[in-house]
Each structure stands twice: as structure tokens, then as C-alpha cells.
């Protein structure tokens, strides 16, 4: 086992890595950005070194500096989690070239697997089954479109170097097939240096489920079982669970099989994932293989009880696996939840802020969290805006789901705008609760297709929640009414009193909100022991104490509520009852879409990828104007209605802060 290793990535999964790596008494070297210093995971590591700008290009992706950084410090390997360079296979002949192990397949394996287009013509010579295609290399427009039309539509644009939803487009009509072209590719050169990409048949209501495989260098190589990955949003996941619903003994081992040939055609060593795209009829097909360690990969640790990191590291080592196929056995039912500062009423655009409160459920045998952020972070636009990852295991479905919901209601994040909320109504979801039954339920369009359950229409802050963030306030202010008595050398002076008392005022406050674009007025009344409040429902006695960390215990009209209220610049977020209500605590201005001037904002930070418009060009309501690029998702400008173009603030590859007016139009008469 090696003594010290390198670990070439960021985040909740440079903090997994350190902290097995801990257990096993292997020391760890971490590396970070100028965007990270100070961050979580070059704490818990035993040395930190910075390589670079915040850009992921930089710092991140700089193979060099990060070889450099483990011959300085004497790290025998280099572990690259996911994403970045852990799938880059002129990384991997460099660490082998610099006498540093690579935890991870060989550079062939990856070379194999990296091309989409390549490795589904290896899988069809493997005699693994294949979703109807073009893969060639020749990329010409019209080509494409002639083969989209033979495979017939609706198709799926894939970037060949792609993963992650990033450079896909699914094309419904013929009509659309160019635009779709021209923006997969733009999204696969920025997001991967490479804008080839492939088609294959988009398959209606399809499943998503992968199979663990892992290989050593002696020639022994299993499967760990499958995981669904089909609750997707933008083909991006957002809960896994393992083992899949409604899946035969007989077909989880006919497709862990077929994994292995997979793997075993590449030479593959290491830990490895082989999705499949599975049909209606429970048919399946080779999708892509990923030549690392996945995200979701602590469902599989959960119900095979195998540190999967472990695993890595012992056979980067050179030790042959630790168990072979016949001693591996699942137990239970485990699920992933992904949290992300996410706007998913906004379609589900990237947030970007500072953590302004930060409460985790506790980890137990049932519940694990997977993070590397704290109270007081920056989540910035360079890097993908994933903050935790909730997993909760239990003996069964039903039961882990209930710890799933469990944990997320008890999960309190303010600061940012998180999918916290969508997560729990994705959980409480009948048709995602049914798939045990009924795993036809299940499929990647599920999400898309309950939309209405799952963003229902806003509800206003109940009398209870609104008594709760008043009773914050009044406590805020009792405190520091004692703090001034306590600073005071007066003894008869008024700021001794901390009952309410007002100079030329009754014993009374008001209190004004906005409540998701309502005013709410509510006003308190000091009495002994406590508030009478009047609210828009009614009157309320309250009284209560703050015991630290935002945390309140309440007495409402004779019933005790505990709460956690968080104050922010410019607004309260009241954390009770498993659920978040934010309320403003003054006005902030707003401008109508459809005001003169016709103002188009950036609708976060990012960059101008492209202008599709000129000064002076008339436009019709909803034609494309402008693209931009935050958190590596390009997001389109469109115009709100028919007009000419008066003036363009911004050139392709500028940068642009959230909010930016990046065109000005005139409105037709």
C-alpha cells in the first residue's frame, strides 16, 4: 500500500478520497485553485498546494503542475476522483512517464472508452448489444442529417468526448436537427476541447441503469451490481438507487456479464462503470463506459458494504482484488440524493453565493453525507455546483426512501438557492414511491413529466411560520437591548428595560415582509412573558429562547415548536416542520419583462459564448439573440417580444456578472 498520495481534484470528493485514505493510514496531499483556498478538502488533508487561477484550466486541469506538486511532496500516486482529469489519458501516461502510479485503468483503456464513437464500434465487435447509430468520423452537416433521418427521429445528439448532459441535444423533428448540431457542438468544444459528436435513436421512456465493474492487473475482474440512474433533469441525475427496481436475478447477472465483457475487451483495470440504456420491453443497450470512479458510487459501497476507494488504491498497489465474484452479495436498498445550489423553478440554472447557514443530518449506519463545503463557503461559477451528496440505506425500498426524506427534511442550507425542497417532492412522489411495483413508473422522463406535482404553485407562510420569524426578531432585539443595559453605567437609564419599551411609542412593534411577492404586515405586542401577535390568520401568544446557532424553542398559543430561523442581509429563512420559507424583509426593485427597452438580463454569472444578433436587426418574439455560458451550461437569451435590436453591451468571450443587461431592444409599434 502506498504511503502518501496525491489527490488531484476538489470538493466533496477530494474530502471521500482523504478520508479513506486516512483509515488506511495513507498520508494525502491536496491541491487547490485561488477560488479554493481555505476550501474544505485542503483541510482535511495533510499537506495543500496552490497550482493556479480559478479557472478549472489553470489549476485543475494542469497535469504538470499537479506531477510536480507529488515529485515535490514524494507522492507515490496520484488519485483523480471524477471529472477534470480522471478521465484523461495523456494524465495517465504522464504519471506513469514520471514514475507515479495513476489510480486509475491504463491509458489504453481510457483512449478506448473516451471516444464515444470508438468505443461503441470495440462494443459491437465485443458482441455487446448497441442502441441504433451513426458513429463514423466523418462530421460533415449534411452527412449527419442523412443518417438522423435513416435512424429516424427523435434522435440523440451526443458529443463524442462528452459525459454529464454536456453537449446533447435530443432532436424531436428534421427542422431542428441543425440548431441542435451547432449548439452540441459549441457546448462540446467548451466544455471538452472536442465538438465531434455521434447520433444514435432516442429511445421513449428508457431507463438508465449502470453496472460497477472493477478489474486488477492479475487477470480476476467482477461486477458489484447495477445502480438506476434514471431520475435525470438536463441528463444530468439527480437520485440513484441500487439495486435497481424490478430487476431479475437472472437479468442483473446476464447484464453484469455483459459489463465485464465490456471491460475485459478494453483491458480494463480499476474501478469502472458500464451504463445501459434499457427499454420499455426490459431490453438493453451499451451506452458508454466511464473509466473512473462515479458520483453516484456510494449506493453500490452501501449495499455491498466495499469501500470502493479501497478497492482503487489496493489494486493501483498491485494486490489482486479483495473479493471475487462468488463472495459478493447486496443487502438492502440504498439512494442517492444529489443537493445542488440550483434554481429548479428557473430551470434548474446554477446558483452561485456564500453559505450563510449550514445544518447536516447526522451520519449514522443508515445515513451518510458526502460534502466539501461549510457554513461561510463561496460557491463560485468555475466549478459544477454540487454541494452534498444525502445517502441513506435500509432493508428494503420503502424504508430506505423513508430515510432518504428523512435526512433531506432535516437537511437546512440558506445563502443560496439549493433543490432541496424538489428533492423532497421527487421523493414523495407517488410514481418514484411505486417503482417498486410497478418499475415501468420509472424512466428518464419522469421528472420532465410531473412537472406539476413537482414544482406546485407557491404556498404563503403559514401563521406559524410567520410567528416564528417575528419571535427571531423580537429575540434579536431583546438581546441587544440587554447588551446596551449591560454597557450602560446608568441604572435608571431606559436601556436597562428590555420589555418592549420604545422612546414617544407604545409597547408594540411592526413587522413587514414580502412573502414570494405578498406584503405581510404582522404586529407585536409586548406582554409579560412574552408577544401577543397580530397576524393575517389571527391573533397568536408567543414566547420562546434562542439557544444558539439560529436555533429557537418557541411556546405558540400553548403548543412548543423547535425552529431554526436564519437571518441574512436582507431577509429571514425559517427552517420547521421539515420544510424552508424564505421572507423577504424589505422591497427590492424589479423591472417588468415587457417594459420599454425591452431589458435582457444575464440570468447568472458566466460568459458571452456567442452573439447571434446585430445593432439595428429586427427580431421576431422568441428568436435566439444571444448565448450564454455559466457553470459549464450554455443558457439562450431570447427575445421577449417582436422589435429591433437598439444596442449589444457585450462581444463573445466576455464575462458577465448575474443581472448584466446584455441588449437593449425597441418594441415594434
Same mark, same amino acid.
Given at each position: 500500500m502506498f504511503e502518501k498520495i496525491l489527490i488531484a481534484n476538489r470538493g466533496e470528493i477530494a474530502v471521500r478520497v482523504a478520508r479513506t485514505a486516512r483509515r488506511l493510514g495513507i498520508r494525502t496531499v491536496a491541491v487547490y485553485s485561488e477560488a479554493d483556498a481555505g476550501a474544505m478538502h485542503t483541510e482535511v488533508c495533510d499537506e495543500a498546494y496552490l497550482i493556479g487561477g480559478a479557472a478549472a484550466r489553470d489549476s485543475y486541469l494542469h497535469g504538470e503542475r499537479i506531477i510536480q506538486v507529488a515529485r515535490k511532496t514524494g507522492a507515490q500516486a496520484i488519485h483523480p476522483g471524477y471529472g477534470f482529469l480522471s478521465e484523461n489519458a495523456a494524465f495517465s501516461r504522464a504519471c506513469h512517464e514520471a514514475g507515479i502510479v495513476f489510480v486509475g485503468p491504463p491509458a489504453s483503456a481510457i483512449e478506448a472508452m473516451g471516444s464515444k464513437s470508438a468505443a461503441k464500434t470495440l462494443m459491437e465487435q465485443a458482441g455487446v448489444p448497441l442502441v441504433p447509430g451513426y458513429h463514423g468520423d466523418n462530421q460533415d452537416d449534411a452527412l449527419l442529417e442523412l443518417e438522423a433521418d435513416r435512424i429516424g427521429y427523435p434522435v440523440l445528439i451526443k458529443a463524442v468526448a462528452g459525459g454529464g448532459g454536456k453537449g446533447m441535444r435530443i432532436v424531436e423533428q428534421r427542422k431542428a436537427f441543425r440548431e441542435s448540431l451547432y449548439g452540441a457542438r459549441r457546448e462540446a468544444k467548451s466544455s471538452f476541447g472536442d465538438d465531434r459528436v455521434l447520433i444514435e435513436k432516442y429511445l421513449v421512456r428508457p431507463r438508465h441503469i449502470e453496472i460497477q465493474v472493477f478489474a486488477d492487473n492479475n487477470g480476476n475482474a467482477v461486477h458489484l451490481f447495477e445502480r438506476d440512474c434514471s431520475l435525470q433533469r438536463r441528463h444530468q441525475k439527480v437520485i440513484e438507487e441500487a439495486p435497481a427496481p424490478g430487476i431479475a436475478e437472472a437479468r442483473r447477472q446476464e447484464m453484469g456479464k455483459v459489463a465485464l465483457k465490456a471491460a475485459q475487451a478494453v483491458g480494463y483495470v480499476g474501478a469502472g462503470t458500464v451504463e445501459f440504456i434499457v427499454d420499455a420491453s426490459g431490453h438493453f443497450y451499451f451506452m458508454e463506459m466511464n473509466t473512473r470512479l462515479q458520483v453516484e458510487h456510494p449506493v453500490t459501497e452501501m449495499i455491498t458494504g466495499v469501500d470502493l476507494v479501497e478497492w482503487q488504491l489496493c489494486v493501483a498497489g498491485g494486490q489482486s482484488l479483495p473479493l471475487m465474484q462468488p463472495a459478493l452479495e447486496h443487502h438492502g436498498h440504498a439512494f442517492e440524493a444529489r443537493v445542488y445550489a440550483e434554481d429548479p423553478g428557473n430551470g434548474f440554472l446554477p446558483a452561485a453565493g456564500i453559505i450563510s447557514h449550514l445544518h447536516q443530518p447526522r451520519e449514522s449506519a443508515h445515513v451518510r453525507i458526502d460534502t466539501g463545503v461549510r457554513a461561510g463557503d463561496q460557491i463560485g461559477i468555475n466549478y459544477d455546483p454540487m454541494i452534498a451528496k444525502v445517502i441513506a440505506w435500509d432493508v428494503d425500498r420503502a424504508s430506505a426512501l423513508r430515510r432518504l426524506r428523512s435526512a433531506l427534511a432535516q437537511y437546512q442550507l440558506a445563502g443560496v438557492k439549493n433543490n432541496i425542497a424538489f428533492l $423532497?417532492?421527487? #421523493?414523495?412522489?407517488? %410514481?418514484? /414511491? &411505486? %417503482? @417498486? %411495483? /410497478? =418499475?415501468?413508473? $420509472? @424512466? #428518464? &422522463? $419522469?421528472?420532465?413529466?410531473? &412537472? %406539476?406535482? $413537482?414544482? =406546485?404553485e407557491a404556498q404563503p407562510a403559514s401563521n406559524t411560520v410567520l410567528a416564528l420569524a417575528v419571535l427571531s426578531e423580537l429575540l434579536r432585539e431583546r438581546e441587544r437591548a440587554r447588551n446596551l443595559a449591560s454597557a450602560s453605567t446608568d441604572p435608571y437609564s431606559p436601556w436597562h428595560l428590555s420589555d418592549g419599551w420604545r422612546l414617544n411609542e407604545d409597547n408594540h412593534h411592526t413587522f413587514g415582509f414580502i412573502d414570494d411577492g405578498r406584503r405581510v404586515t404582522v404586529t407585536a405586542h409586548y406582554r409579560a412573558g412574552g408577544f401577543l401577535l397580530v397576524l393575517p390568520g389571527g391573533e397568536m401568544r408567543v414566547r420562546g429562547e434562542g439557544e444558539g446557532d439560529n436555533y429557537i424553542v418557541a411556546d405558540i398559543d400553548g403548543g412548543r415548536v423547535t425552529a431554526t430561523v436564519v437571518l441574512e442581509a436582507d431577509a429571514l429563512t425559517v427552517f420547521a416542520f421539515g420544510a424552508c420559507h424564505r421572507l423577504e424583509r424589505q422591497r427590492l426593485a424589479s423591472v417588468e419583462d415587457e417594459e420599454p427597452g425591452g431589458l435582457l438580463v444575464s440570468p447568472l454569472p458566466g460568459s458571452v459564448a456567442q452573439v447571434l444578433v446585430e445593432e439595428g436587426q429586427t427580431v421576431d418574439k422568441g428568436q435566439a439573440l444571444m448565448i450564454v455560458e455559466a457553470m459549464k451550461m450554455e443558457h439562450t437569451i431570447a427575445a421577449p417580444h417582436r422589435g429591433r435590436v437598439a444596442q449589444i453591451y457585450y462581444s463573445a468571450g466576455e464575462q458577465v456578472a448575474e443581472g448584466a443587461q446584455l441588449l437593449a431592444m425597441e418594441e415594434e409599434t
Open positions: $423532497l417532492n421527487l #421523493t414523495s412522489m407517488t %410514481a418514484f /414511491e &411505486g %417503482a @417498486d %411495483a /410497478e =418499475p415501468s413508473l $420509472l @424512466d #428518464t &422522463g $419522469l421528472i420532465e413529466r410531473h &412537472g %406539476a406535482d $413537482l414544482f =406546485p
